[in-house]
């Protein structure tokens, strides 16, 4: 894979710019950004995004539907690998893709489709907070950064194109082979959990995942119920 590299010193999202570029065979246009001033997660909620982290997201040839869990799963396997080689820190996934370390969320991706009448692609958004020393206090309890862990500062550079070269490696993979992988970094199966899916709330235990990436959910009733977006969380009340 050939990567084209954009860098931007401030953006509002680097996915709003990437959105607008077309998704190419055999090149990922990179769109980077110092900064963002509108840096956003899932369900639109804001992503924190000052001077010091990492912010990219990378426009790819459109994949079909049907593959969006499986990108959003491998963009968080990349991501986990990179981090545990390079810095041999104990980070995990929690389910799609957060990425945790002692279970503060450390990175987050979103993937989006895009299609229009000039534009056709997926974005895969990528945010890991590197070198944040500090968080405002809504997100100080959930949230860490690796200079926090490491007590040292992140070549912010360097991780993204390892990173990158991770994700086209773990793409070229069968579906099944990605899946397999994935289970050896999660922490989400086997736990009792609370998600929040379109809106409702719903308790059950992790039991496994579908061939699609999508979590399997046995319900308070014994019943099992299949859960393709949502936030997990594991220590409610
Ligand atoms: C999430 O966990 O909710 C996903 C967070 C994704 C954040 C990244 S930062 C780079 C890219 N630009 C955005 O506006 N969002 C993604």
């Not at 010091?52 to 690998?81: M, W």
Request: proline share 2%; glycine share 8%; net charge positive.
């Amino acid at each position: 894979m050939e990567f084209k590299l954009v860098f931007h010193k401030k953006v509002l999202s680097t996915s709003i710019e990437a959105k607008k570029i077309k998704g190419e065979e055999n090149l990922w246009t990179v769109i980077a950004s110092e900064s963002q001033e509108a840096g956003h997660g899932k369900k639109k909620r804001g992503w924190f995004s000052p001077a010091g982290g990492l912010y990219f997201s990378i426009v790819i040839n459109p994949r079909s539907l049907e593959d969006s869990q499986l990108l959003t799963l491998a963009a968080g396997l990349a991501t986990v690998k990179v981090l545990r080689k390079k810095f041999e820190v104990r980070a995990c996934l929690k389910w799609p893709n957060d990425v945790l370390i002692k279970g503060k969320k450390v990175s987050g991706a979103l993937v989006e489709n895009v299609v229009g009448d000039k534009v056709k692609s997926t974005v895969i958004g990528i945010g890991i907070n590197t070198n944040i020393a500090e968080f405002p206090a809504s997100l100080v309890e959930t949230a860490t950064s690796l200079e926090r862990e490491l007590k040292k500062k992140i070549d912010n550079q360097g991780l993204l194109k390892e990173i990158l070269e991770e994700l086209a490696k773990t793409l070229e993979s069968e579906r099944s082979a990605i899946l397999k992988e994935y289970r050896l970094y999660e922490e989400t199966i086997g736990r009792e959990i609370k998600i929040l899916t379109k809106g409702k709330e719903v308790f059950g235990q992790a039991v496994d995942f579908d061939q699609r990436g999508d979590l399997i959910v046995k319900l308070k009733n014994n019943k099992t119920v299949k859960i393709l977006e949502g936030d997990i969380s594991y220590n409610f009340k």
